[in-house]
């Protein structure tokens, strides 16, 4: 089936708002940040509001729905879209573009192969060393390697000399789908609980502290409840249009991005243990006119898609490999202490 995307045509923004609830009971628990924990504020009237999940922790989110850990592939309706795969030195699989650190800048990527992704990135972008950066260009190189830099931004900048001809680290592409999830009138919900050592209560064996993990623990928890919990997603349509990209490549793109939207407010809304919600439902706040095709219609649409696209995309699999040590395969998780993917943005934690 084919998507119709004609009220896009002409708006340099798409602009949702999903309503969310928690699944269960009333309370949730936010993401949180190394030193101040969970980030409270006041909005402009003065209403108590709550950042539940940034921007750069959102991106990882979006991605994580579109790849199947299992298979080691994008999922099902995805497939043949780009992807850099890192295998390490007994061919077994390591990570990707899709889940790894900085994407395509991964240094696990850019280190992989003796620098082959450097070379094809200085062959397509080496002539832009001494001029001004022709994102064009660039676009071009991100949609053959990996789709996923041209929607949630990639800085390709890595220091020494053999990385010289990838434009001098001038090379920052701005997130194009960007999401966050605030609450607000939020009061705090506080609890605790106890690490319990059914062995002894106290400091465990002679000698042992409770920072060793012996004896019981007590600590403090703070949850959240919320009557106005929302979802903001916008699609910069102005700058993937300011690509020039072929017809068919820029409705893949476009329609790669509403999938994410869909997918993740569909399978992605278990942010943490205590952090379970699901959408009531969505506003398109921009354009008016605009409906979001449902989850089925995308699944559907979106084989005829990419193989419309292959010709001028020339989507590419490519696959490196890493010889060195210090990562297993577990890809990136979606949440938790390493959602930091983006060069633009502070790491996000639990």
């Known amino acids: 089936m084919s998507l119709d995307l004609?009220?896009?045509?002409?708006?340099?923004?798409?602009?949702?708002?999903?309503?969310?609830?928690?699944?269960?009971?009333t309370r949730f628990q936010p993401t949180g940040f190394p030193e101040i924990g969970a980030a409270q504020y006041e909005g402009p009237d003065g209403t108590p509001m709550l950042l539940v999940e940034s921007p750069q922790s959102m991106a990882n989110r979006m991605e994580a729905v579109c790849w199947d850990k299992a298979a080691d592939d994008w999922v099902g309706p995805l497939k043949g879209l780009s992807v850099i795969k890192v295998n390490d030195k007994d061919g077994r699989s390591l990570t990707n573009s899709v889940l790894e650190a900085h994407r395509i800048n991964s240094a696990y990527i850019l280190e992989a192969s003796e620098g082959k992704m450097v070379q094809l990135l200085k062959d397509?972008?080496?002539?832009?060393?001494?001029?001004?950066?022709?994102?064009?260009?660039v676009a071009a190189s991100l949609l053959r390697y990996d789709v996923g830099s041209i929607l949630h931004g990639v800085f390709l900048v890595k220091k020494g000399d053999?990385?010289?001809?990838?434009?001098?680290?001038?090379?920052?592409?701005?997130?194009?789908?960007?999401?966050?999830?605030?609450?607000?009138?939020?009061?705090?919900?506080?609890?605790?609980?106890?690490?319990n050592d059914h062995?002894?209560?106290?400091?465990?064996?002679?000698?042992?502290?409770?920072?060793?993990?012996?004896?019981?623990?007590?600590?403090?928890?703070?949850?959240?409840?919320?009557?106005?919990?929302?979802?903001y997603f916008n699609l910069d349509l102005a700058q993937l249009r300011g690509y020039d990209l072929p017809e068919s490549a820029y409705l893949a793109v476009v329609s790669l991005a509403l999938?994410?939207?869909?997918?993740?407010?569909?399978?992605?809304?278990?942010?943490?243990?205590?952090?379970?919600?699901?959408?009531d439902r969505i506003e398109i706040q921009r354009p008016t006119g605009f409906e979001l095709p449902a989850l089925s219609d995308l699944e559907q649409a979106f084989p005829n898609l990419i193989n419309a696209a292959k010709p001028d995309a020339k989507?590419?699999?490519?696959?490196?490999?890493?010889?060195?040590?210090?990562?297993?395969?577990?890809?990136?998780?979606?949440g938790g202490s390493a959602d930091e993917r983006d060069?633009?943005?502070?790491?996000?934690?639990d």
Request: net charge positive; aromatic share 8%; charged share 30%.
């Open 162 to 195: 053999k990385w010289k001809g990838i434009s001098e680290g001038r090379v920052r592409v701005p997130r194009a789908l960007s999401a966050f999830i605030e609450a607000a009138n939020v009061k705090v919900v506080s609890s605790g609980g106890v690490k």
């Open 124 to 137: 397509d972008l080496s002539q832009m060393d001494e001029r001004p950066i022709d994102y064009r260009t």
């Open 199 to 231: 062995i002894k209560a106290s400091k465990g064996e002679e000698g042992r502290t409770s920072s060793e993990g012996f004896g019981n623990v007590p600590f403090p928890r703070d949850e959240f409840v919320s009557p106005d919990i929302n979802a």
């Open 6 to 25: 004609a009220a896009l045509d002409n708006a340099p923004r798409l602009l949702l708002r999903a309503r969310l609830k928690p699944l269960q009971g």
């Open 259 to 279: 999938y994410k939207i869909r997918a993740f407010l569909e399978y992605g809304l278990r942010l943490r243990t205590a952090c379970d919600l699901e959408c």
């Open 315 to 334: 989507f590419e699999l490519t696959t490196v490999t890493y010889a060195g040590s210090g990562k297993t395969n577990r890809g990136k998780e979606a």
């Open 343 to 349: 060069g633009n943005d502070e790491e996000d934690g």
